[in-house]
């Protein structure tokens, strides 16, 4: 078995080195989909870092007694409880919101990052190794969503948090507020890092 | 043998347990929820009946102006809100819900008018699924405002109340704006909101005119 990771190590693995949206392209979905106002997103981010943080410390405290065969439906109830929850606090106290996210805070629940997280750290690692590494992994995603939501917001909307920045006269490009707008920027945005910052031996032979 | 029903049983454990954690959230926040959704439709209520109501208000507060500024009935099975004034005698207008189909899905509003029944008060749609920034615009304050003092009557032959036309000067006052770039939502608002008005023109209103 490898050595265990430090915090330290964990952190940087999540927000950098194996930043679930930037380095694995995943949870690409609610990436499109929330991204248009920059107060949703903030909000999804907050859905999701809980629903990460506590899927995983719970997957790994019962670790030792989760039989192997069952151990994806046991992950499955888990993460839709959290999420459950998550839906309802939103619905109670932020109805607005809750109306603008629609199904997509339910659809945390199949969010790629939240049970590969459980698969690929919580289940072979301790509670408190497991509570960081799904902090930092959302925390990851959660950066990823800011920065492209900071980008499509003022561009489609001409506004930041629902303040108005952009000048009188600039004329809204819709194409921003549509999925095909998120696509656009996560594109340009993963290109640059990685062309950027050359991680794996392709990019680094390419960048020469 | 031992080892399948070890596995059962940790699942009915942790399903018990977390569906029973579950529900005690949901039944505790039950009640906030319900409030939520309710003075949701009270605020676009008073908004269209033109009764003052801060949007931010608190919801306890939403319920008490509601409640003393607004009467539900029922006329011929469908629902009519009636507002009245400060002093809660004169009716002050009445508001009642609209709907049909949009360009991506249904869209859900309410329509204000005055005592009368002569003019639009106030316009909200509350629901639907167009496109944000284009189809969407049809909840904006400068969209919905155009419908204020907006005569309505029964119309005869294919004419229509009003009309959504190109945004621009109306050559007359019943030529409101559509949204650019949205004719699909344009005119499904068009088709729906003059249908349910002259609807409520020809069956609802005559009954409460006669009491």
Redesign the interface.
């Given at each position: 078995m490898p050595k265990p990771l430090s915090g330290s190590q964990i952190f940087l693995q999540g927000l950098w080195n194996d930043n679930p949206v930037l380095r694995q392209i995943l949870g690409i979905c609610s990436t499109l989909a929330v991204t248009n106002l920059v107060a949703n997103t903030l909000v999804m981010n907050a859905g999701l870092i809980f629903t990460v943080c506590l899927s995983s410390l719970t997957v790994s405290i019962l670790r030792n007694y989760t039989p192997m065969k069952i151990r994806m439906m046991a992950q499955t109830l888990i993460i839709a409880s959290y999420v459950i929850i998550v839906d309802i606090a939103i619905a109670a106290y932020l109805p607005d919101i809750s109306e603008a996210l629609g199904p997509y805070v339910g659809l945390i629940i199949t969010n790629c990052i939240v049970m590969g997280r459980c698969e690929a750290f919580a289940k072979n690692n301790p509670p408190w190794a497991s509570f960081l590494d799904g902090l930092a992994m959302s925390l990851g995603y959660a950066a990823v969503l800011l920065i492209i939501a900071v980008i499509r917001e003022p561009m489609g909307f001409g506004t930041l948090l629902g303040h108005r920045i952009m000048p009188e006269g600039f004329t809204p490009w819709t194409i921003m507020i549509m999925a095909p707008g998120a696509f656009f920027t996560l594109g340009l945005f993963v290109w640059f890092l990685r062309a950027r910052f050359p991680q794996t031996a392709e990019e680094k032979k390419k960048g020469q | 043998m031992k080892?399948r029903l070890?596995?059962i049983a940790?699942?009915f454990v942790?399903?018990f347990f977390?569906?029973a954690?579950?529900s005690a959230?949901?039944v505790y926040?039950e009640e906030?929820?319900e409030t939520?959704?309710q003075v949701?439709l009270q605020k676009i209520i008073l908004q269209v009946l033109g009764i003052p109501v801060e949007q931010r208000a608190p919801n306890r507060e939403v319920l008490q102006v509601f409640e003393k500024r607004v009467k539900t009935i029922e006329v011929k099975q469908k629902t009519l809100y009636v507002g009245y004034a400060e002093d809660g005698k004169k009716i002050t207008g009445y508001a009642f819900p609209i709907g049909g189909a949009g360009f991506w899905g249904p869209v859900y509003g309410m329509v204000g008018v005055d005592p009368e029944a002569s003019e639009i008060l106030g316009i909200a749609f509350y629901k639907h699924s167009e496109?944000?920034?284009?189809g969407a615009r049809i909840a904006e304050p400068w969209f919905t405002k155009q419908f204020k003092g907006l005569p309505i009557f029964t119309v005869q032959g294919d004419k229509k109340i009003f009309y959504l036309k190109p945004a621009g000067p109306g050559k007359r006052p019943n030529e409101l704006d559509a949204v650019t770039?949205a004719t699909g939502t344009s005119r499904a608002v068009e088709a729906f909101v003059n249908r349910d008005l002259d609807h409520f023109l020809r069956d609802t209103w005559k009954s409460v005119k006669k009491g």
């Open positions: - | 080892k070890y596995s940790f699942m942790l399903t977390f569906t954690v579950v959230v949901k926040n906030k929820i939520n959704q949701k496109t944000p920034g284009l770039g």
